[in-house]
């Protein structure tokens, strides 16, 4: 059975920084797309980055970029380092890994991520 399991989340200033950990177990696949979504009240949830194993490369969401890092032990835990937080990151986080879901560049379609976390609260204050 997958399991993911957020942690890190917390209460910052604008332009403060966190560092998220998403640690995984019972995934067995050869190949992941492992990635970060998330949801603000009365929002839509919205993909942040992703890390896809077979070609090894990273995306991001445009509103995040030069911001956040995605980074990952062996393709196993993933890690989101978020820095100059801004109030509109405000929002609960979560990982999710899936086979496919990376395939084709769509790595942001919240319906092709089989496994999912319980997400990592965010709050940012201006």
């Known amino acids: 059975q997958v399991q993911l399991v957020e942690s890190g989340g917390g209460s910052v200033q604008a332009g403060g920084s966190l560092r998220l950990s998403c640690t995984q177990s019972g995934y067995t696949a050869s190949r992941a797309c492992m990635a970060w979504f998330r949801q603000a009240p009365g929002k839509e949830r919205e993909g942040v980055a992703a890390?896809?194993?077979?070609?090894?490369?990273t995306y991001y969401a445009d509103s995040v970029r030069g911001r956040f890092t995605l980074s990952h032990d062996n393709a196993k835990n993933t890690y989101l380092q978020m820095s100059s937080l801004k109030p509109e990151d405000t929002a609960m986080y979560y990982c999710?890994?899936?086979?496919?879901?990376?395939?084709?560049?769509?790595?942001?379609?919240?319906?092709?991520?089989?496994?999912w976390g319980q997400g990592t609260q965010v709050t940012v204050s201006s």
């Open positions: 999710a890994i899936d086979e496919w879901a990376c395939n084709g560049g769509s790595w942001y379609i919240v319906r092709d991520y089989r496994y």
């Open positions: 890390f896809r194993t077979a070609t090894q490369r």
